[in-house]
């Protein structure tokens, strides 16, 4: 186990790495600088501007020099906010996106779970037919519909939660309302196939032939195993929601971190693009590995070889 | 001596599917002697499994329907069990040890709870308790290491060593009539004979009854008291093992026992097949479902479905050769010479 961690951790190093350079010289290719109106500038200014960011160095260079303050843990500074560290402005924005995202994640998985269980056990009914009808609704409307529909009847017809912006804890139901549809209906559609399917199962026929319990049977037996693989689903689901989606923020003006990473893209910040990349691939890659070692104590049958394949 | 523990009368099972209703079971009916063993063979299809669940009431609810019958055990009618009363006679009264050990067992549940969950719900023992006797019964069944086998998840096992868990898990709480649904053909042949002799001294240590369901008859031979042979639904004989080997009277049983390996026979001798394969019950006709294979056919076989002919106390057999308004049949002679 101990070895399998190490070499996950150390590929997990190099994966980052990777994403690192290819990012690094794939921005490089962008058209266009960091500095608004540059064709305003002087040659001398713009002399002085580039020397200051380093940005009068062949692109080798500049990468060196990145990958040699990124390992000591210098993300560098904006270019667009004057003497702003990008490690300060990403933790300044990821608490708002992980608190809607976490908030979603919680919610939808609950309901989703309840949803998909419900459907599974009454498979074949109208309830069944109800749960995957919303399901398949809840995966292909974008959330920016709900959320604007959120907005209007919750917001500005009944008034009970506030429209938009980041002001108090209400503020932050909308936003996780709206995300959580699709959580709610991932899961639900997940699980529900993986129940039919454990349903099925002979060690479900086995548990009741015991004499158990029509619950005890459900609860022990089928939703325990059809819980495993609906982890793996989880965990990048999770990440993609907690690190903020840039419609939702932009809609509820939330100060997320989906937000500031397009804001840079659209300015060329490289830097902060070049930070919250390397920010969301490293969160990413964690997650996964942390879903196979959590896979691991669900799943007796999985075992941490001394190769360190699963 | 012969206590009757189960009697199974008339037991029609439909099932909904989408081309119609199927009734795969036609009115079974055979009785069960407390430490008896009796084996029900046939091919496959011939409703032996749906039999047996319907005796456990574990058809899928959704499209099986036990639409006639009774299932007396110890003169009650398990068809009118509230689901509550019928959980408690599922594993304490009658218990089931199915096909595949593979799939049997809960992937993610170790052996000694899976042992144990049955013990807690029907003894209301303590855990410790319960503990103490799942170990028992891993020792019983002969798994080595039983204390920290307890531990160990079913993957851990291999296939033979899991159906001895699964006996185990069977038989932990004592129970009257153990319903083994063909439990040695996923097993290879040395297991296979392993097994057999574990139920067998299980049943005289325990006086269990057991309804074992197979088609092979080498197993049969071995374990049964009585053997019920069953076609598209039907019984179509049944009697004491002797009867059955040795006095077969319906020409399918006749058919199976001659289709059988033969040890003494010269290895140039093919092997009887009986011809034709099992009807597709959905389209079964009013005649005897084994009319068109028969080589006896008479005009009457494919109009009417025989009676059950009495021979002896146990021996029943559904055919018209037999029927005391038949002039003469004579059974063919091979069947006594082959099979001395």
């Given at each position: 186990?101990?070895?399998?961690?190490?070499?996950?951790?150390?590929?997990?190093?190099?994966?980052?790495?990777?994403?690192?350079?290819?990012?690094?010289?794939?921005?490089?290719?962008?058209?266009?600088?960091?500095?608004?109106?540059?064709?305003?500038?002087?040659?001398?200014?713009?002399?002085?501007l580039?020397?200051?960011?380093?940005?009068?160095?062949?692109?080798?260079?500049?990468?060196?020099?990145?990958?040699?303050?990124?390992?000591?843990?210098?993300?560098?500074?904006?270019?667009?906010?004057?003497?702003?560290?990008?490690?300060?402005?990403?933790?300044?924005?990821?608490?708002?996106?992980?608190?809607?995202?976490?908030?979603?994640?919680?919610?939808?998985?609950?309901?989703?779970?309840?949803?998909?269980?419900?459907?599974?056990?009454?498979?074949?009914?109208?309830?069944?037919?109800?749960?995957?009808?919303?399901?398949?609704?809840?995966?292909?409307?974008?959330?920016?519909?709900?959320?604007?529909?959120?907005q209007?009847?919750?917001?500005?017809?009944?008034?009970?939660?506030?429209?938009?912006?980041?002001?108090?804890?209400?503020?932050?139901?909308?936003?996780?309302?709206?995300?959580?549809?699709?959580?709610?209906?991932?899961?639900?559609?997940?699980?529900?196939?993986?129940?039919?399917?454990?349903?099925?199962?002979?060690?479900?026929?086995?548990?009741?032939?015991?004499?158990?319990?029509?619950?005890?049977?459900?609860?022990?037996?089928?939703?325990?195993?059809?819980?495993?693989?609906?982890?793996?689903?989880?965990?990048p689901?999770?990440?993609?929601i907690?690190t903020?989606?840039?419609?939702?923020?932009?809609?509820?003006?939330?100060?997320?971190?989906?937000?500031?990473?397009?804001?840079?893209i659209?300015?060329?910040?490289?830097?902060?693009?070049m930070?919250?990349?390397?920010?969301?691939?490293?969160?990413?890659?964690?997650?996964?590995?942390?879903?196979?070692?959590?896979?691991?104590?669900?799943?007796?049958?999985?075992?941490?070889?001394?190769?360190?394949?699963? | 001596?012969?206590?009757?523990?189960?009697?199974?009368?008339?037991?029609?099972?439909?099932?909904?599917?989408?081309?119609?209703?199927?009734?795969?079971?036609?009115?079974?009916?055979?009785n069960?002697?407390?430490?008896?063993?009796?084996?029900?063979?046939?091919?496959?299809?011939?409703?032996?499994?749906?039999?047996?669940?319907?005796?456990?009431?574990?058809?899928?609810?959704?499209?099986?329907?036990?639409?006639?019958?009774?299932?007396?055990?110890?003169?009650?009618?398990?068809?009118?069990?509230?689901?509550?009363?019928?959980q408690?006679?599922?594993?304490?009264?009658?218990a089931?040890?199915?096909?595949?050990?593979?799939?049997?067992?809960?992937?993610?549940?170790?052996?000694?709870?899976?042992?144990?969950?049955?013990?807690?719900?029907?003894?209301?023992?303590?855990?410790?308790?319960?503990?103490?006797?799942?170990?028992?019964?891993?020792?019983?069944?002969?798994?080595?290491?039983?204390?920290?086998?307890?531990?160990?998840?079913?993957?851990?096992?291999?296939?033979g060593?899991?159906?001895?868990?699964?006996?185990?898990?069977?038989?932990?709480?004592?129970?009257?009539?153990?319903?083994?649904?063909?439990?040695?053909?996923?097993?290879?042949?040395?297991?296979?004979?392993?097994?057999?002799?574990?139920?067998?001294?299980?049943?005289?240590?325990?006086?269990?009854?057991?309804?074992?369901?197979?088609?092979?008859?080498?197993?049969?031979?071995?374990?049964?008291?009585?053997?019920?042979?069953?076609?598209?639904?039907?019984?179509?004989?049944?009697?004491?093992?002797?009867?059955?080997?040795?006095?077969?009277?319906?020409?399918?049983?006749?058919?199976?026992?001659?289709?059988?390996?033969?040890?003494?026979a010269?290895?140039?001798?093919?092997?009887?097949?009986?011809?034709?394969?099992?009807?597709?019950?959905?389209?079964?006709?009013?005649?005897?479902?084994?009319?068109?294979?028969?080589?006896?056919?008479?005009?009457?076989?494919?109009?009417?479905l025989?009676?059950?002919?009495?021979?002896?106390?146990?021996?029943?057999?559904?055919?018209?050769?037999?029927?005391?308004?038949?002039?003469?049949?004579?059974?063919?002679?091979?069947?006594?010479?082959?099979?001395?």
């Open positions: 186990m101990k070895r399998y961690i190490v070499k996950r951790l150390g590929f997990m190093v190099i994966t980052l790495f990777i994403i690192v350079t290819l990012t690094f010289f794939l921005m490089q290719l962008l058209p266009g600088t960091p500095f608004t109106n540059p064709e305003k500038l002087s040659d001398s200014q713009l002399q002085i580039n020397a200051k960011y380093g940005l009068d160095q062949p692109a080798a260079i500049q990468y060196f020099r990145y990958i040699g303050n990124l390992l000591q843990g210098d993300l560098g500074y904006s270019f667009q906010y004057e003497g702003r560290t990008v490690k300060s402005m990403i933790i300044d924005r990821v608490g708002p996106s992980a608190f809607i995202g976490l908030q979603a994640l919680i919610f939808g998985t609950i309901i989703g779970l309840v949803l998909g269980i419900v459907s599974a056990l009454k498979h074949n009914t109208i309830l069944d037919y109800g749960a995957v009808t919303l399901a398949v609704l809840g995966m292909s409307i974008p959330s920016f519909v709900f959320a604007a529909l959120l209007y009847y919750i917001g500005v017809k009944l008034e009970w939660l506030p429209v938009a912006l980041w002001e108090s804890y209400e503020s932050t139901l909308l936003p996780s309302i709206a995300l959580s549809v699709t959580v709610i209906a991932t899961v639900a559609r997940f699980i529900r196939s993986e129940m039919l399917e454990v349903l099925g199962q002979d060690y479900v026929t086995t548990a009741r032939s015991k004499g158990l319990g029509e619950a005890a049977v459900i609860i022990k037996h089928v939703v325990r195993n059809a819980l495993i693989p609906v982890v793996t689903m989880l965990g689901l999770a990440v993609s907690m903020g989606t840039l419609v939702i923020e932009k809609i509820f003006s939330v100060p997320g971190l989906g937000e500031q990473f397009t804001l840079s659209l300015v060329l910040d490289y830097s902060v693009i930070g919250i990349t390397l920010f969301y691939s490293a969160l990413f890659i964690f997650v996964v590995f942390l879903v196979d070692i959590i896979y691991g104590f669900l799943d007796p049958r999985i075992e941490y070889k001394e190769g360190g394949q699963v | 001596m012969t206590e009757e523990i189960l009697a199974v009368t008339d037991l029609h099972v439909s099932f909904k599917t989408q081309a119609g209703m199927v009734t795969a079971v036609r009115g079974v009916n055979f069960l002697n407390k430490g008896e063993t009796l084996a029900i063979v046939g091919e496959s299809g011939s409703g032996k499994s749906v039999t047996a669940k319907a005796i456990m009431r574990l058809l899928p609810k959704h499209n099986a329907q036990i639409s006639q019958g009774g299932i007396l055990y110890e003169g009650q009618d398990l068809l009118n069990l509230s689901v509550n009363d019928m408690k006679v599922r594993g304490s009264e009658i089931m040890v199915f096909q595949d050990p593979m799939t049997s067992l809960n992937p993610t549940m170790r052996i000694g709870k899976q042992i144990m969950e049955g013990l807690l719900k029907h003894q209301k023992l303590s855990k410790t308790v319960a503990k103490e006797k799942a170990l028992q019964m891993l020792e019983l069944v002969g798994i080595p290491n039983a204390k920290e086998r307890l531990e160990a998840y079913p993957h851990q096992f291999s296939g060593m899991r159906q001895r868990v699964v006996i185990a898990m069977a038989l932990a709480c004592n129970p009257h009539i153990l319903i083994a649904d063909e439990p040695t053909t996923a097993l290879d042949v040395t297991i296979q004979a392993q097994i057999l002799q574990l139920m067998k001294d299980l049943q005289e240590k325990m006086d269990t009854a057991i309804i074992l369901i197979t088609h092979d008859l080498g197993v049969v031979a071995n374990m049964a008291d009585h053997v019920a042979v069953m076609y598209a639904g039907e019984i179509v004989e049944q009697g004491t093992l002797d009867e059955i080997f040795y006095q077969p009277q319906h020409p399918y049983t006749l058919g199976l026992l001659r289709s059988m390996p033969n040890l003494s010269s290895r140039s001798e093919p092997l009887i097949p009986i011809p034709g394969s099992p009807p597709d019950v959905m389209t079964l006709g009013t005649g005897c479902p084994f009319a068109a294979r028969c080589p006896h056919t008479m005009k009457v076989c494919h109009d009417f025989p009676k059950y002919t009495h021979l002896s106390d146990s021996h029943t057999v559904m055919c018209w050769l037999q029927d005391e308004r038949t002039p003469s049949a004579q059974i063919p002679e091979e069947v006594g010479s082959v099979y001395e």
